[in-house]
């Protein structure tokens, strides 16, 4: 489960031996996160080495600048906005900021897709979206960021961030559709054969 | 179930290879983490109080060389004649470095790291000899162990690219763990010796 990112509380007294340099602190805050982040970068760049240089740099940054985290916000916040702009600035370096074209967006009364879907069939259609769409997609729905907030994190709009979820979305309905259709077009000529 | 759902639902991925050495090599290098020090390591891990440690640290390592009489005396004579004070703490080894330093700086860390390297292969031989000898370790003491090896590993790999001014300071921090490991390994090897049963 995702949802895992925002679940984890770190003691205070981890930070505070962090901040006095002590290695098994380092060590204790990389494994609570390493899940959560390598997960979050996974699914904004969709490819595992990236996502791991991700991981690795996010977390090196956090190490240093721990002495500028405040115990305001809980510590999982800070680092996982450090992971999306981390990874928000990986697309853009890597000219994958465009985002997905115009699409057509059908709402009919059928139950989603994604209902029935199994969960590889997701991760392979969520694949396939463009980098940007998909990490809008991922931040507005999984990791509960505010359209106004993705707007900030990307330099975009709010209407864009509404869009890229609307047609995201769209998208995904579309790829797993066929899948499906096709899933019981076999399972009937299976049966006819029969 | 809505997308959302859906999504959050998608199990978690952990990367092929793990990162983590990279960063603690990366943390060491910039000076921004140290292991911890090996007296509260120690206290909070073993519960061993420092005096008794120190004591018991200097009977570790010249009664089973004697007791088995093991090959190597120059290993085994430099092990015995190694002063109490230097394998007490780490900060009586500061402190001994620190009251050595004279006009002729160079000649005295040259002497330090041989002393230090000596210790160092003393420490490894008395691990080595009485590893099969010695009680199998709990949990707890096998993770505290597996801790300092790695520690030891990242001082090894440290010292492959340091410069030569922090060649002391870091053997230092070598030896400081295998007294740690030592520590450790003596309550299983007093153990063991207690109730006849060893690793086989």
Redesign the interface.
């Given at each position: 489960?995702?949802?895992?990112f925002s679940q984890l509380e770190l003691p205070a007294s981890v930070v505070e031996r962090a901040r006095a340099?002590?290695?098994?602190a380092?060590?204790q805050i990389?494994?609570r996160f390493?899940?959560?982040v390598?997960?979050l970068a996974?699914r904004m760049l969709g490819d595992?080495e990236s996502?791991?240089e991700v991981?690795?740099d996010a977390?090196?940054k956090v190490?240093?600048r721990i002495d500028q985290y405040r115990n305001d916000a809980p510590f999982w916040a800070w680092l996982r906005q450090i992971v999306s702009n981390e990874a928000l600035m990986r697309l853009r370096r890597e000219h994958r900021f465009e985002s997905e074209a115009d699409a057509e967006l059908i709402v009919d009364g059928a139950a989603?897709p994604?209902?029935r879907?199994d969960?590889l069939a997701?991760?392979r259609a969520?694949g396939t979206l463009p980098a940007l769409t998909r990490s809008v997609?991922?931040l507005y729905?999984?990791e509960g960021y505010s359209h106004p907030e993705i707007a900030g994190m990307v330099g975009k709009t709010i209407s864009f961030s509404k869009s890229q979820v609307a047609r995201g979305?769209a998208r995904?309905r579309d790829l797993l559709v066929p899948a499906e259709v096709e899933s019981v077009s076999c399972r009937t000529q299976t049966s006819l054969a029969l | 179930m809505s997308l959302p759902e859906a999504l959050r639902a998608l199990p978690q991925q952990a990367p092929a290879q793990s990162v983590w050495p990279q960063l603690a090599a990366q943390l060491a290098a910039q000076g921004r983490a140290r292991a911890q020090p090996a007296a509260r390591l120690s206290t909070r891990r073993w519960r061993v109080p420092a005096a008794l440690a120190a004591g018991v640290l200097l009977v570790a390592i010249a009664w089973p060389l004697r007791q088995h009489k093991t090959p190597g005396p120059a290993v085994a004579d430099a092990t015995v004649s190694l002063p109490a004070a230097s394998i007490s703490t780490n900060a009586a080894n500061s402190a001994n470095a620190t009251s050595k330093q004279s006009t002729d700086r160079s000649a005295d860390a040259a002497t330090r790291l041989a002393s230090l390297q000596d210790r160092s292969q003393a420490l490894e031989h008395w691990l080595r000899e009485t590893q099969r000898a010695a009680a199998p370790l709990s949990g707890q003491d096998l993770a505290a162990a597996a801790e300092i090896e790695d520690m030891i590993a990242l001082v090894d790999g440290q010292l492959g690219a340091a410069p030569r001014d922090s060649e002391v300071r870091l053997w230092q921090r070598r030896v400081a763990l295998l007294e740690d490991l030592t520590a450790l390994r003596y309550s299983s090897y007093k153990l063991a010796e207690k109730t006849g049963v060893a690793l086989r």
């Open positions: 489960m995702s949802e895992a340099g002590d290695l098994a380092f060590e990389y494994r390493e899940k959560p390598y997960t996974l595992g996502a791991r991981l690795h977390m090196l190490f240093q989603p994604w209902v879907a969960s997701l991760e969520l997609l991922w729905h999984v979305t995904l | -």
